[in-house]
């Protein structure tokens, strides 16, 4: 099977460059100089099916990883019997080692073995290239943006999760409790107060649960683990709070940054 392979240091922590590797409009990048184009969602998640096309070949790209490891994704519904896109991140002392690699199989016979050669490897190449420096540029972006606190709260085996009444495109979906962290607070100090602001209650915040997820341009979400030490969770500006078990996590009308973490809650929830 053909594949093309190509590795970039990037200067930013691994979990800046896998929160990078989140933004669906870095894979839109990536095929905009083969005149592609790409829809779906604004953030990648397991399971988001984009749909695109390059040149007149439509099809669709589903994104079998997106985690703190990186992502993958390949072509269902193509011309091709097998084009799979795998971005894989090594931390090293210097930076982040992106690893880009492009695995396809040609529809075969010497038709297919020329079209291999002289379309296959030229497409696959301006890809790795795109990608590289979106993901390189959208990296330094990300080191200097905000970042939003969301508390993972467990008990008796439930998370507790939020819904939204506002704006309007918000509102009726569910988010976890939290907020921007303010200047020259702590994420962890930033988790406490959210808690107490929105919810009425005294928690210590724990590790970080999933991967950096990006919001908007200058704004990224941190999700932490946090226990509840007193008080009852209310509403307070919001329209309902709720404890949430493992069979309910998938079904829930999540933000869409909120699905990228479903799975790491639940691997919270056990
Ligand atoms: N707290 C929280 N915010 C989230 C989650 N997922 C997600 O996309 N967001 C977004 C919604 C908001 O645009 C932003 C949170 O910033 P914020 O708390 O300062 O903004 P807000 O609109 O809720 O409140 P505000 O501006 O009225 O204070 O992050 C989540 O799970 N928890």
């Known amino acids: 099977m053909p594949e093309l392979r190509a590795t970039t240091l990037v200067d930013a922590p ?56 990186g992502v993958s994704a390949e072509l269902v519904g193509g011309p091709l019997p097998r084009f799979v896109l795998l971005t894989d991140l090594l931390h090293t002392g210097g930076g982040t080692m992106v690893v880009d690699s492009v695995e396809w199989t040609s529809p075969g016979g010497p038709l297919g073995r020329f079209a291999d050669v002289i379309v296959g490897r030229g497409l696959a190449l301006r890809v790795l290239e795109a990608r590289a420096s979106a993901v390189a540029s959208r990296s330094r972006e990300l080191l200097s943006a905000r970042v939003v606190v969301g508390a993972a709260i467990v008990r008796d085996g439930l998370l507790l999760a939020q819904q939204r009444s506002y704006p309007a495109e918000a509102a009726g979906k569910w988010e976890l409790p939290g907020g921007r962290v303010e200047a020259g607070e702590s994420d962890a100090d930033a988790v406490v107060r959210e808690c107490a602001e929105e919810l009425g209650v005294t928690v210590v915040a724990g590790d970080q649960v999933g991967p950096d997820v990006p919001l908007r341009q200058d704004l990224l979400l941190r999700i932490y683990r946090a226990d509840l030490v007193s008080g009852e969770p209310a509403a307070h500006d919001h329209r309902d709070v709720r404890w949430v078990g493992a069979a309910e996590l998938d079904a829930l009308d999540w933000l869409p940054a909120d699905r990228v973490l479903v799975p790491a809650l639940h691997d919270l929830l056990g």
């Not at 894979?27 to 749909?51: D, M, Y």
């Open 14 to 69: 691994l979990r800046t460059v896998a929160a990078a590797l989140l933004d669906a409009r870095l894979l839109a990048r990536s095929i905009r100089g083969l005149g592609g184009r790409l829809a779906g969602g604004p953030v990648l998640h397991a399971g988001l099916e984009l749909t695109g096309s390059v040149g007149p070949v439509a099809g669709t790209l589903l994104v079998t990883r997106a985690d703190t490891t």
